[in-house]
């Protein structure tokens, strides 16, 4: 019996679900990544998030062999790609772990369609989360909306235990293959971005490092973005380089192992934002429209401004408010932005200079290589005070007291803003007073936050009051 594994967003051989039912049940695994296809533009990534994927395929590649097996890379569309590898090798199975969005669930119907037609046999499974969108529901079986009853809910369950590495994979020889990817494949430059280290290996250090430094005091330093405090585990949850079964396992050790209160609370605060990304995903999964309009229906039709010079100065970090550009500076150098500041960012494009929310999301999905269009979108819907369980739109955070209360010598600021090192720091917490700009090269604020602020809640009094 011979086995297909398309691997999807599961770029690892540890706890992974579908994987290790097709070696359990196959004499012979291949182990498949199909390429996109599309070329040069994509609204939902970009140069950083697709140099970071062929990285972890080339990791991949390399783990796979451990086990005796070998990568197979071919580009196209799902069900036809499988279809042709499955007449090649004569396979009778195809294994994959399910992905919650709805273009994924898209490509698995018509996969399962393909199967049938072949009269073969096709497994897919839940992977991506420790519990479902259907396994977390109302008492009336209904979606949660907001977050509080379905973290409640959801940390009530018990969860799923990480699954072993397969034994042994056994890919028959002679199957021809793409050679793993670069940037060129999409027409696209290589990414000079500085990227945090792909593959399973570095990810698993990574959450070591987290356990064993981090998240103790994640209660206290998660907010700061100058500090190391939070896990870094985001784009590994992306693209599957750990389960979220390995990662939540690992935590409630550690909390088990734990005595001090401080320590304990910050391990538990930190599982419970593994809920945020679930409650994120049964958001998407229960809501697919939400990729279209505001979650919250009293805010659809909200008369956003055009985007123009500000849009652009937002995406380059030049507003002239330190905080918003350090964030998005760091998204472009890095691919990363700490969430204290996402949030920040994400306020000021839609409260500040009134740009509509999904502008946003798409730079974001651009730049991060976290990118994932569940919690993104939640994120930026939760700025915007459109979704689910968001920000009331009367809670307008202030850039400059947000600056001062979470990066409070200036630290992050600096780091991401070099032209502005010598300015004194409490300079950074206020539009300056002299009209001048703080640094040479570096613009004065380009909007005033105390007028916007009352045009945004004159924007929602007004559209509500329709
Ligand atoms: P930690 O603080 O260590 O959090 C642990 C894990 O919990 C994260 O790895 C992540 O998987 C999850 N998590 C934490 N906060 C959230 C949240 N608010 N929503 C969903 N999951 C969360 N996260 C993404 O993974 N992909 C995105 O595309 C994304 N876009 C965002 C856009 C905006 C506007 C905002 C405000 C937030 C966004 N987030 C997104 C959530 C959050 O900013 C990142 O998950 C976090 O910064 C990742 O860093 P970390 O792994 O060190 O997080």
Redesign the pocket.
Known sequence: RLALHWHRRDLRILDNTALHHAAAGAEAVVPVYLLSNWRKEHLWTGEKRQAFLCRCLKSLGANLETIGGRLVIRCGRAATELEKLAKETGADAIFYNRDPDPFGGAAEKEVEAMALRLGIACYGHDDVALHTPEEILTQDGKPYRVYTPYSKNWLSQEKPQPLPKPRSLNTPPGISSLPLPDNAHWGWAESEADLIEAGERAAHQRLKT?LASRLGN?GET?DFPAVPG?????QD??FGLLSPRTIYAKSAAALGETLSTPARSGIEK?IK??A??EF?LAILWHFPNVLEEEFNPDWRGLGWAEPDGKFEAWKQGLTGFPIVDAGMRELLATG????RV??IS?MFLTKDLHIDWRL?EHH??QH?L???IA??N???Q??AGTGADAAPYFRIQNPWTQAKRYDPDGTYMKRWLPELAKVPVDALFAPPKDGHPLAPGYPLPCVDHATERDRTLAIFKKHRQR
């Open positions: 987290a994640y998660r939070t896990s870094r585990l985001s949850l992306r930190y934002e593994l945020w990304r994120y990363f932005m700490h969430n996402r949030m994400a946003g974001f999905m991060l976290d990118g994932e919690s993104n939640g994120g930026w939760w700025s």
